[in-house]
Every structure is written in structure tokens, then in C-alpha cells.
């Protein structure tokens, strides 16, 4: 099983960008479908987006289509978040998940997922 590693987060006003990084240690990462979640205070855990292990199949919440984008760099043992036009309703804690599965699979549950890092802070101030 993977270990996963959050950076990246921070404040930000409304409009700008941040990009974030799930790091992984182990020899396995290149087979581990990865997901991006976020929870806000009081709710639930909820899916961003997720990049299979190939790379081939990327998904995205309709709330951050066409501003987030999710790359792997399996070389690197890294998956990044690019988040850009970030608005205060994307303020949370962001968690990477992680999951073994075929190539073209990246599923939206969080319950899912069986390796999760310790999450990064984003706040999107007005």
C-alpha cells in the first residue's frame, strides 16, 4: 500500500491559482488509480477529480470542469492538482486517495479508497 503526501495548499484571493501535490512512496504507485477529495467544515468528503494509473482517463465534479486540471508523473511518484480561477465555494481541506485498479478506472467514492494522506488547507478569500 501506498503512502500519500499532500503540498501545495494556501490562501489565496478569488481568481487565482494554486497547484498541489499528492507525493506517494512505494514501488507500486504507477498501478494506483489517484483522486483528489475535499471537505469543507460540517460536510462531507466529496470527489474533485481522479487520474487513472495510465494517465488515460482523467474525471472530473462538474464544479471544477474547465478550471482544475489532475496530471500524474509516475516517474515522480506524483500526482498534481492545477487548480486555476479558484473561488471562495472551493475553500477546504484537499485529500489525495489512492487505489489499485485498472488502467482506465478512477472511481468517485471515497469509500473506495484505502490510502489517503493527512490533507492541505486551501482558502479562497473574496
Known amino acids: 500500500q501506498v503512502q500519500l503526501v499532500e503540498s501545495g495548499g494556501g490562501l489565496v484571493q478569488a481568481g487565482g491559482s494554486l497547484r498541489l501535490s499528492c507525493a506517494a512512496s512505494g514501488r507500486t504507485f504507477s498501478t494506483y488509480a489517484i483522486s483528489w477529495f475535499r471537505q469543507a467544515p460540517g460536510k462531507e468528503r466529496d470527489f474533485v477529480a481522479g487520474?487513472?494509473?495510465?494517465?488515460?482517463?482523467?474525471d472530473y465534479a462538474d464544479s471544477v470542469k474547465g478550471r482544475f486540471t489532475i496530471s500524474r508523473d509516475n516517474a515522480e511518484n506524483t500526482v498534481y492538482l492545477q487548480m486555476n480561477s479558484l473561488k471562495p465555494e472551493d475553500t477546504a481541506v484537499y485529500y489525495c486517495?489512492?487505489?489499485?485498479?485498472?488502467?482506465?478506472?478512477?472511481?468517485?467514492?471515497?469509500?473506495?479508497?484505502?490510502?489517503w494522506g493527512q490533507g492541505t488547507q486551501v482558502t479562497v478569500s473574496s
Open positions: 487520474i487513472s494509473w495510465s494517465g488515460g482517463l482523467a
Open positions: 486517495g489512492g487505489r489499485r485498479l485498472g488502467p482506465l478506472t478512477v472511481p468517485r467514492q471515497a469509500s473506495l479508497y484505502g490510502s
